[in-house]
């Protein structure tokens, strides 16, 4: 059926021949974003000779997110801890490889996993934004450092997973920490020196502080401060921009998507007062000064972690009949924003997925059309899209053939309820929201049915018309990034391990392989000697993929790059997935301890080691774990932090040596139901990260 509707020698391109590449270059294919590319020797005729022509393996299993830069023949690729491979496109053979040298403990400030979503390459340089907060940037041809800059306070909990962005002669990036306690902001570069140009701050300081000699001094005090309350400043207040940055070469301005505040709870982070400009905001910036141009807040007074940091594509579009440069972004909160990017202008917006938090939006006035109970001023509210989004990080594409987007979507419920033992700490996730109300069951067989329930999809969205063309659902709740390509085909991942190509009008299943592992990184696709090559990263794991309750115990491979053709023939070599055994304490744990123990765990535990300790088999399954029987060395490394160049830092600074204890009784427990029920865990899925 699909390829009735596609003839490749009769396809027409509407997109200009200087928008598109045959080699994909930066991160969204183009400045802007699309993830789309006008090769079609792999289409829908020709998809099913595709085969693998080579794979090359990290030294990490952590999450792969990146979306590979391929310039002149040379594939650079990000991955895990921060480090960067130079690879033959053609083959795949190491050019070279940099660390950047994290240290382990960095790992424990990275509230979703120790990924990167990619580098820049420019002008002969490679700029890798290094989890730790430095950008660094690196001869193109050697890998040698060029220079490096700190674009954070080391002495805050900063990190950045996401890509960096060059914009002429300058490249931006942000940062993440909000649930830790920082304050956001965007700093441009120069990418010959590495010298500031400008910064940008998303959120105010202390009404008294002296101005920070930004490009965000006159806004923020003018437009931001007055919508603020209490005292947000003593906790940084939020902000960040930890994913979305996207030039616009056309208006020559630079989008931000700003995230959430800190906490999350409105009434505690502002005393449920005003809308704290400029979170969960999108925030358009002039490119040479950094000056603010116009924003766009999408959840005024925002108190769900809906960050407005997902993926945005520019384009043009013809609305009620005349063209528009808008910019589009399925956000977090579930709602579709198509916005007119030359003034901010909401054009249009409607929900993709379904939602009980809200009615719609008030076009008059462009706020959102809150259902009262979302606020969970007075009672706990069970709330779909939630934190983990209708969509989060994983790259949409826009194919301008079909005139559709397609992303990827979730359904996830999440019950909001205020914490009333709430109190600031430092260095560690701070949400104000009730951790007792997100305790899962301890019942495998309960957990793994609740988990079930929840159902990603792939979907096809005409954003003029603003409703769903076709949708796909998965078996697994995450799915991967998105390309679209002119072969009349859409590109995606699982966190199944599945790699699909779909009839891009229609959404048939014309192709797919196992990976051996999840894939939720972006497509990229390129062309060497007239034979086009499809690439994607696989490496399950990042942020709520970690703490997928009914996960996978069993250790997960290194995480590779798999490059297709057609008639490739390569194949992975085998991986044997064995369970190490259940280590269940023979001591005797009292009830209040378990008790205590499973509220301490979902406080601090869960987020990497798995809701329910049960791990998604990217980190450690605890229930699995040598030192659960001794408590000697269970109090070294969760006390004492004996594993912290390993990313697991001791816990003293914020648990008492009783509490420590609690959870591993609590651990304990879950390990004799694990023996008792010989349980089998499926395939950690679940989406989000920052």
Known sequence: MCAALFTAATLSISVAAKDTSVQWPVLGGTDLEQRFSRLDQVNVD????????????????????????????VMYVSTSWSRVYALDAATGRQLW????????????DACCDVVSRGVAVADGRVFLA?????????????????????????????????????????????NAGAEYGVRGYVTAYATATGKQSWRFYTVPASPTAAPDGAASDRILKKVALPTWAGH???????????????????????????????????????????????????????????????????????????????????????????????????SK???????????????????????????????????????????????????????????????MAFDPQTQLVYLPTYQFVMVYGNDPEFSFRPGTWNTAISYVLQEPSDDPVALKNAMSSFQGRLVAWDP????????????????????????????????????????????????????????????????????????????????????????????????????????????LPEFSMTTAAVHAPTERFSDDQVSDGRLLYTQNCYRCHGAGAQSAGVLPDLRRSGALADHAAWSAIVNDGALESQGMVGFKRWLTPVQIEDIRAYIALKAKIAADHDESVPQAATPANK
Not at 47 to 69: C, H, M, Y
Not at 137 to 152: I, M, Y
Not at 494 to 504: H, I, P, S
Request: proline share 5%.
């Open 464 to 571: 003029v018309a603003q409703k769903e063309v076709w949708s796909v659902a998965h078996p697994t709740l995450q799915n991967g990034g998105v390309l679209a390509t002119a072969g009349h085909l859409v590109f995606e991942g699982t966190g199944a391990g599945r790699f699909e190509a779909r009839c891009a009008s229609s959404g048939e299943l014309l192709w797919s392989f196992q990976a051996q592992d999840g894939i939720m990184a972006g497509p990229a696709t390129y062309e060497l000697d007239g034979v086009q090559y499809i690439a994607v990263l696989s490496g399950y794991g990042g942020g709520f993929a970690l703490g997928a309750a009914a996960g996978q115990p069993t250790p997960r491979p290194n995480g590779r790059v798999l490059v297709f053709r057609l008639g490739g023939t390569a194949t």
């Open 97 to 108: 490889r940099f660390d950047a040298q994290v240290a382990g403990r960095i790992g424990f």
């Open 333 to 395: 909160n579930g709602f579709f924003y198509v916005i007119d990017r030359t003034h901010g202008q909401l054009i249009s917006a409607k929900n993709f997925v379904p939602m009980n938090w809200s009615s719609g939006i008030d076009m008059a006035t462009g706020r959102p059309i809150e259902n009262p109970d979302s606020r969970y001023a007075d009672k706990p509210f069970v709330m779909y899209p939630s934190a983990l989004g209708g969509h989060s990080w994983h790259p």
């Open 130 to 174: 290094a989890l730790d907060g430095r950008l660094i940037a690196l001869d193109a041809k050697s890998g040698k450092t060029l220079w490096s800059v700190v674009t954070t306070d080391p002495t805050q909990p900063y990190t950045i997973t996401g890509a960096p962005r060059v914009m002429g002669d300058k490249v931006i990036i942000g």
């Open 46 to 73: 020709t998809v099913g000779k595709l085969g693998l022509a080579w794979s090359f393996e990290f030294d990490s299993n952590r999450g792969q997110e990146a979306t590979p830069i391929v310039i002149g023949g």
């Open 232 to 330: 947000w400043y003593e906790h940084g207040g939020g902000g960040a921009v930890w994913d979305a940055i996207v030039y616009d070469p056309e208006l020559h301005r630079v989008y931000i998507g700003v995230g959430n505040g800190t906490p999350w709870n409105h009434q505690v982070r502002s005393e449920g007062k005003g809308d704290n400009l400029f979170l969960a905001s999108i925030v358009a910036l002039d490119a040479d000064t950094g000056a603010y141009q116009w924003h766009y807040q999408e959840n005024p007074g925002e108190s769900w972690d809906f960050d407005a940091t997902q993926p945005m594509i520019l384009a043009t579009l013809k609305i009620s009949g005349r063209d528009r440069k808008v910019l589009m972004q399925a």
